[in-house]
């Protein structure tokens, strides 16, 4: 069974650092783009950052650069968003995203062929 696991959320004050994993099983995503989404209830799940597997290219939404590093782990097969100088507005449930196919990048939600479940980021004032 092909599916992302994210993990690495939680409460943290605001200021303060968090790293989020995504992890996939049941098949490699050597040629995938991979991305991290949020979403807070009642709005859109909203980009956060990007990386293409096969380039190691990587972009960021305008809100987090700066603050926000995606990285990737091929021998683990794990994508990775460090969170710096956390901001209350960061209060999310965090997902991770597959692109549809190889060679897919992913910038939206549409462009998302397979999710992992969410973790929930919480930042407090």
């Known amino acids: 069974q092909v599916q992302l696991v994210e993990s690495g959320g939680g409460l943290v004050q605001a200021g303060g650092s968090l790293r989020l994993s995504c992890t996939a099983s049941?098949?490699?995503?050597?040629?995938?783009?991979l991305a991290w989404f949020r979403q807070v209830p009642g709005k859109e799940r909203e980009f956060v950052a990007t990386i293409n597997w096969w380039s190691d290219a990587a972009y960021k939404s305008d809100s987090v650069k700066g603050r926000f590093t995606i990285s990737r782990d091929n021998t683990k097969n794990t994508v990775y968003l460090q969170m710096t100088n956390l901001e209350p507005e960061d209060t999310a449930v965090y997902y991770c995203g597959a692109g549809r196919g190889p060679y897919s990048t992913v910038f939206s939600s549409e462009s998302v062929g397979l999710w992992g479940q969410g973790t929930q980021v919480t930042v407090s004032s």
């Open positions: 049941g098949r490699t995503f050597t040629f995938y783009a």
